[in-house]
C-alpha cells in the first residue's frame, strides 16, 4: 500500500485511511486529513523532513514518520 | 450579575485581536493560575458587567492536548453564558470543524466569520442565511484587524445570554450513527446533564477517555454501551474515532458546497512568499540572514545606542545629578542621600537602561511571531532540532528567550508531548536573555574590551549547551522515547498590525519595568543597607566589614572553586537569582557607583575583583545556572510537578556550576600560568564524562520506557 511518505511533491493524492492510535491519528484526523481527502504535496523541508501539504484548502506540515501512517488510494 | 461571554476558535484565526478590540485597555493577561489555562479575561468596553474570556486556540474538542483539554474543561465545567465561536472566513472548512462540535455542548453561540476583507478581496462569497441555516445560530461577518463587526458579534452574544435558550444540535451523522447515538443517549441520560446528552453520547461513543474517568456509569450500562458501539463499528467497517470525524468532515463539505462561491484560484502573495521563504536552497541563508540582522539592530547598532544613553546620560547624569541637587535643596541626611543615590538610583538605573534595547528586541520578535514565519522557522528547523531530542516548535519559544524567559517558557504550551515540551522549558532558558545580557555587556566592557566574538559566542554556547543537554538527556529515562507528532499548520502570511505588535511589546517589557520598581527596587535598597551597616547597625566607612560582608564570607566557599569566592562575588550571584540583572546592580551598589562616569566605575569596580578568567568563569555561571526566580516559577507552574521542577533546576545547577569550574580551573593553567592541581585533574575528569555522556548509546532498557512514552502522549 502506498503511504503519503512515498509521494513526490507536485503530486496530488486521495486518502484510503489513516492507520496508528491516540492522539498522533486523532490530531491528523481534527486537521482534516481523513478518509477521501485529497492532498497537494507542496513541498519538503531543505533539511529532508518535514514535508508540507495542502489539506482542504490551507497548508499543513508534518513529519516524514506521520505521513507513513496515511494510506493513500 | 456578569454574564461570561467565551471567544472560542481555530488558533490564528485572530481571536486575541477581537478580544483586545472588545476588551481595549481594559484588558489584563490573567494570573497563570497553576498549571491550568493560559486564557485571558476582560470586560466589554462599556458593558461593565459582561465578562470576555479568551481561550487558548484550538482545533477540536479533543481529550488530547494541552490547550484542547483546557478549553474543554472552561466550556464544560464554567458554564459561559454564550459562545463567541471565531471562523477564518479564508479556510471554513478545518474552522467549521471545531464549530460542529462547539454547538454541540448546549451553550448559546454566535459564529463570527473573520477575515471578511481577505474572502472579498479573494473575490470569494459566503451565503450567510445559509450558515444560519445549517447550524441554528447568529451568523456575524467580521474583520476583527480592521474593527469591523467584533461589537456586533458581541452583542449578538450578549442577546442570546440574556435570553439563555441553550442551542439544540442538529442530527448531523448518517442515520445508523445518529440510532446509535440515540441508543447510547438513552442508556446514559439519567447520568449526564440532559442538555449536553447529545454531547456526551458522542463523547462515549468515541471512547473520550477524560469523559469516562469523569463519570463513574453503572458497569452494565458501559458493557451495553460498549456492545451498540461495536456494532455500529462493525458495520461501519472503521473505528469510532474515525468514524465521527469523517462524519463531520462530510457534513461540512457540503455545507461549504452549498453556501460557499470561491472565486477561481490564482496564487496568492502568502504562496509566493513562501515559494522564496521555504525554498530548498534559499530558506537556511533567509533564516540566518533575519536571526542576524534582528540581533544586529537590537543589540550591537540601535540597541547599544539607546542603552548607552539611558546609563550614562539618562541614570548616569541627568536623574543622578537631578537627585542630588533635589536633597541637598531639600536638606536631607547624608545616609538618605546615600541609599537613594547610591543605592537605589546606581542599582535601578542600571537595569532600566537595558529596557529599550530589549523592548527593540521583543519589536522584531514580535512582528515574525504575528507574520507567520516563526511557524516556517519551526518548519526548516524540525530536522536538526530533533537530533537534540526537541522539535522544531521548540526554537519559538528559544527565540523568545533570547527577550526574556518566562513568555519563552509559557510559549512552550504549543508543543503537545510532554517530553519534548519538559526539555524545551528545562533547556529554554540557557540561551541569554534580555537580563543576562546586562552581565554579557558589562564584563565584555571590562575584561574582553577590544573582542567583538564573546557576547555572539555566549549566544552560541547557549545553542550548543542546549544541543548537548538535549542529546544527553534523551538518552536518560525522564526523556526517553520517541520525538513527538510534528502536525503544524502553516498559516499564511499577513502583515503585522501594529497595534498587535505594540500590545506584544508591551506586555512583555512592562513585566521588566515592573520588575525594577519592585523587586530590584527592594533588594538595591537590601544590599545597600547591608552593605552600608555594620552588625553593631552603625554604618561602616568600609564595606569589608558590613553585615553582608560576614553574610556572604560564610557562604562563599560555595564558589570558591569557581574563582569567585569573595564575598561581593557571593553576594551578586545569589541575587542574581531574585533576577540576572540583579548581578550587576549589585556590583554596582557593593562599589559605590554613583557619579557622572557611571559605567566607567562599575567597570573600574568589577575589574578590581576578578581576574579575565574568573570573570569568564563567573558569567558563565551565571548564564547557565537556574534563571530568574519569576522564571523558576514559570517553570514550577508549567512542569506540572515538583519532581519535574527540581529535576530542572539541578540540572541547571549541575551544568552551570561544571561550567564555570572547568573554565576557571583550566582557564587559570592555561591562561594565567598556574601549576596543574587537583582541581585542573578534576576538571578534565568532567570533561571525560560529558563525552562519554555525550557519545553513549541509549541504554537497551529504554525499549521497555519507549512503549510507555507512546502511551503517556496519547
Known amino acids: 500500500m502506498k503511504t503519503l511518505k512515498e509521494a513526490k511533491p507536485g503530486e496530488t493524492v486521495v486518502v484510503a485511511r489513516v492507520n496508528g492510535k491516540g492522539a498522533l491519528r486523532r490530531r491528523i484526523m481534527d486537521m482534516g486529513i481523513t478518509k477521501g481527502t485529497q492532498l497537494f504535496i507542496r513541498k519538503i523541508a531543505p533539511l529532508g523532513d518535514p514535508v508540507e501539504i495542502n489539506v482542504r484548502g490551507y497548508e499543513l506540515s508534518l513529519r516524514k514518520m506521520e505521513a507513513e501512517s496515511i494510506e493513500l488510494v | ?714
Open chain 2, 1 to 714: 450579575m456578569t454574564l461570561k461571554i467565551a471567544l472560542v476558535g481555530n488558533p490564528n484565526c485572530g481571536k486575541t485581536t477581537m478580544f483586545n478590540d472588545l476588551t481595549g485597555s481594559s484588558q489584563y493577561v490573567g494570573n497563570w493560575p497553576g498549571v491550568t489555562v493560559e486564557k485571558k479575561e476582560g470586560k466589554l468596553k462599556g458593558h461593565k458587567n459582561s465578562l470576555i474570556t479568551d481561550l487558548p486556540g484550538i482545533y477540536s474538542l479533543s481529550p488530547y492536548t494541552l490547550e484542547e483539554v483546557v478549553s474543554r474543561n472552561y466550556l464544560l465545567n464554567d458554564y459561559p453564558d454564550a459562545i463567541i465561536n471565531l471562523i477564518d472566513g479564508t479556510n471554513l472548512e478545518r474552522n467549521l470543524y471545531l464549530t460542529t462540535q462547539i454547538i454541540e455542548l448546549g451553550i448559546p453561540v454566535v459564529l463570527a466569520i473573520n477575515m471578511m476583507d481577505v474572502v472579498k478581496k479573494n473575490g470569494d462569497r459566503i451565503n450567510v442565511q445559509q450558515l444560519e441555516k445549517e447550524f441554528g445560530c447568529p451568523v456575524v461577518q467580521t474583520s476583527a484587524v480592521k474593527g469591523v463587526g467584533s461589537k456586533e458579534a458581541a452583542y449578538k452574544a450578549i442577546e442570546l445570554a440574556e435570553k439563555g435558550e441553550a442551542l439544540v444540535p442538529k442530527p448531523i451523522f448518517s442515520k445508523p450513527i445518529e440510532d446509535t447515538l440515540e441508543t447510547i443517549s438513552a442508556l446514559i441520560h439519567e447520568q449526564v446533564d440532559p442538555i449536553r446528552s447529545r454531547w456526551y453520547a458522542i463523547k462515549y461513543f468515541e471512547r473520550d477517555e477524560k469523559v469516562l474517568a469523569a463519570h463513574s456509569l453503572p458497569d452494565h450500562v458501559l458493557k451495553n454501551a460498549e456492545t451498540t458501539i461495536r456494532e455500529a463499528e462493525d458495520r461501519m467497517e472503521d473505528d469510532s474515532e474515525s468514524i465521527i470525524t469523517n462524519e463531520r468532515y462530510e457534513y461540512i463539505e457540503q455545507i461549504v458546497r452549498h453556501s460557499v462561491h470561491r472565486h477561481e484560484k490564482k496564487l496568492t502573495i502568502s504562496d509566493r512568499i513562501d515559494r522564496v521563504v521555504t525554498n530548498r536552497f534559499l530558506s537556511l541563508p533567509i533564516f540566518i540572514a533575519i536571526i542576524w540582522f534582528v540581533y544586529y539592530v537590537s543589540v550591537t547598532t540601535l540597541g547599544s545606542i539607546v542603552t548607552d544613553w539611558t546609563n550614562d546620560t539618562l541614570f548616569g547624569t541627568w536623574v543622578t545629578e537631578g537627585a542630588t541637587n533635589l536633597l541637598n535643596a531639600i536638606g536631607t541626611a547624608d545616609w538618605l542621600n546615600d541609599l537613594i543615590v547610591d543605592g537605589i538610583i546606581s542599582g535601578v538605573g542600571t537595569v532600566l537602561g537595558f529596557v529599550p534595547q530589549m523592548m527593540i528586541l521583543f519589536f522584531f520578535l514580535s512582528i515574525l511571531e504575528d507574520s507567520g514565519y516563526m511557524a516556517r522557522v519551526a518548519f526548516i528547523m524540525d530536522r536538526l532540532f530533533r537530533r537534540f531530542g526537541l522539535s522544531g516548535k521548540a526554537f519559538i519559544p528559544i527565540l523568545i528567550s533570547s527577550g526574556c524567559g518566562v513568555p519563552g517558557i509559557m510559549a512552550t504550551r504549543t508543543i503537545e508531548n510532554d517530553h519534548d515540551r519538559r526539555m524545551t522549558i528545562m533547556l529554554t532558558t540557557f540561551i541569554p536573555c534580555g537580563a543576562k545580557m546586562v552581565i554579557i555587556t558589562m564584563f565584555v566592557a571590562t575584561f574582553f574590551h577590544h573582542s567583538s566574538w564573546v557576547a555572539p559566542t555566549m549566544y552560541l554556547l547557549g545553542i550548543a549547551m542546549i544541543a548537548f543537554s538535549g542529546i544527553i538527556l534523551k538518552k536518560t529515562k525522564m526523556f526517553a522515547g520517541e520525538p513527538a507528532p510534528f502536525v503544524m499548520e502553516l498559516p499564511a502570511y499577513h502583515l503585522p498590525s501594529l497595534k498587535g505588535v505594540w500590545i506584544h511589546v508591551w506586555e512583555r517589557s512592562k513585566h521588566f519595568i515592573v520588575k525594577a520598581g519592585t523587586i530590584i527596587f527592594i533588594a538595591c535598597g537590601l544590599i545597600w543597607f547591608l552593605s552600608s551597616f555594620g552588625w553593631n547597625l552603625r554604618m561602616v566607612e568600609d564595606v569589608d566589614h558590613s553585615i553582608l560582608a560576614g553574610l556572604g564570607n560564610t557562604i562563599s566557599w560555595v564558589f570558591a572553586p569557581l574563582g569567585f569566592g569573595s564575598w561581593k562575588g557571593t553576594v551578586a550571584t545569589i541575587s542574581a537569582l531574585v533576577a540576572k540583572e540583579n548581578a550587576i546592580s549589585s556590583l554596582a551598589v557593593l562599589n559605590g557607583v554613583a557619579d557622572e562616569e557611571n559605567t566607567r566605575a562599575v567597570i573600574a569596580g568589577i575589574g578590581s575583583m576578578f581576574t579575565s578568567v574568573s570573570a569568564l568563569s563567573f558569567m558563565l555561571f551565571n548564564l547557565f545556572n537556574p534563571p530568574c526566580f519569576a522564571a523558576i516559577g514559570a517553570t514550577s507552574r508549567e512542569m506540572g510537578g515538583i519532581k519535574w521542577t527540581i529535576f530542572a533546576l539541578g540540572y541547571q545547577v549541575l551544568l552551570g556550576y561544571s561550567l564555570g569550574f572547568v573554565t576557571y580551573q583550566l582557564g587559570s593553567v592555561l591562561f594565567l600560568g598556574q601549576s596543574f592541581g587537583f582541581g585542573a585533574a578534576l576538571a578534565l575528569v568532567i570533561i571525560v564524562i560529558a563525552i562519554y555522556l555525550l557519545v553513549r548509546p541509549a541504554p537497551a532498557a529504554n525499549k521497555m520506557i519507549l512503549d510507555r512514552g507512546q502511551h503517556a502522549g496519547a
